[in-house]
């Protein structure tokens, strides 16, 4: 069915170090791949996205890169700070009755001042 | 602009017992989703209203219903209650149209805890 993978599950860093998130998807149709933040308490919120005519796209410290042949993507942060301390949690797009998001199983990202 | 607000933010409740929680979508905002979310399962994909009817549905037990209404408010209820329940219910609401970014704006959520 359908599934997103998300890997490593936790991930610990030190401030300025780079940290990726790898994201496997199953459904070769899924044409939209964002990526949320959730802060310790707080409410997801999207930090960027990427659709498949495109393979990557960039926001200052923050990128990702996809894919679509391997059904893969991937967040890249660079120079962290602890303020980049959060759960993070991939998504992709899957068709029914209308376009839905299937998520990861979150990443939580620790950066270490 | 508000952004989604939900209601209660807290629960406690017990096994077999019915809940009813509510969201209040960002004005302007017709699709609404609900989401659980648990610790190392992530948010799981509940269900989605658009004009007051059900777009698409995860794979939940009967027991997890929704509902929207004519303002784009939307509820979802869970019966029989039992201990696995016990989660954040999140809701989400997004703009489409041509203003549709993809972006879901996601509420501050409804803690649940089932005894």
């Known amino acids: 069915g359908e599934n997103v993978e998300q890997h490593p599950s936790t991930l610990s860093v030190q401030e300025g170090d780079s940290a990726v998130i790898k994201c496997t998807y199953s459904d070769s149709a899924s044409n939209y791949f964002p990526w949320y933040k959730q802060e310790l308490g707080k409410r997801p919120q999207l930090i960027i996205d990427i659709r498949s005519n495109v393979g990557e796209k960039k926001d200052q410290r923050i990128a990702v890169t996809l894919n679509k042949t391997a059904k893969h993507f991937s967040l890249h942060i660079t120079e962290t700070q602890p303020e980049d301390s959060a759960v993070y949690f991939c998504?992709?797009?899957?068709?029914?009755?209308?376009?839905?998001?299937?998520f990861g199983k979150g990443m939580k990202l620790t950066v270490n001042p | 602009k508000a952004g989604v607000t939900q209601t209660p933010r807290y629960l406690i409740k017990t096994r077999g017992q019915q809940v009813t929680l509510s969201c209040s979508p960002i004005?302007?905002?017709?699709?609404v989703s609900w989401y659980q979310q648990t610790p190392g399962q992530g948010l799981q994909f509940l269900f989605e209203y658009f004009s007051e009817t059900q777009r698409n549905k995860g794979n939940f037990p009967g027991r997890f219903s929704g509902r929207q209404f004519s303002n784009s408010r939307s509820e979802m209820n869970v019966s029989t209650l039992e201990l696995g329940d016990s989660a954040l219910y999140l809701c989400a609401s997004k703009h489409l149209g041509q203003a549709n970014t993809g972006e879901l704006f996601f509420g501050e959520g409804s803690r649940l805890t089932v005894l």
């Open positions: 998504a992709a797009s899957i068709k029914g009755g209308s376009e839905k998001l299937v």
């Open positions: 004005s302007g905002h017709r699709s």
